[in-house]
Nanobody, 117 residues
Framework: QVQLVESGGGSVQAGASLRLSCVAS????????MGWYRQAPGKLREVVAT???????NYHGSVTGLFTLTRFNEKNTLSLQMNSLLSVDTSVYYC???????????WGQGTQVTVSS
């Protein structure tokens, strides 16, 4: 069983910062790629940032330069530093991990981020 537990969401004013954390607990499986996704009401879930097992990161164009993804392999932890938040960043943020064996995607329960202008 793999569990992803997110924390760090909250309600902030536009321009503020938040740091999301995701802690993965595993049971004999290896974690490969990890990432953060978000879903706003009435919209499809979209990728925010991902980090591959080789350390390469990719960001959604709207957060490039504002959000920073960091992975701490020894602690199975993934963090997302979000700066200069805007109201459009308001969403539920989900942690995601690709694990093996067998290969499958796992999701956390989500953490709410609300940015008021």
């Amino acid at each position: 069983q793999v569990q992803l537990v997110e924390s760090g969401g909250g309600s902030v004013q536009a321009g503020a910062s938040l740091r999301l954390s995701c802690v993965a607990s595993t049971d004999g499986v290896a974690i490969h790629n990890m990432g953060w996704y978000r879903q706003a009401p009435g919209k499809l879930r979209e990728v925010v940032a991902t980090i591959l097992s080789d350390g390469n990161t990719n960001y959604h164009g709207s957060v490039t330069g504002l959000f920073t993804l960091t992975r701490f392999n020894e602690k199975n932890t993934l963090s997302l530093q979000m700066n200069s938040l805007l109201s459009v960043d308001t969403s539920v943020y989900y942690c995601n991990a690709l694990v093996r064996p067998p290969p499958r995607f796992c999701w956390g329960q989500g953490t709410q981020v609300t940015v008021s202008s």
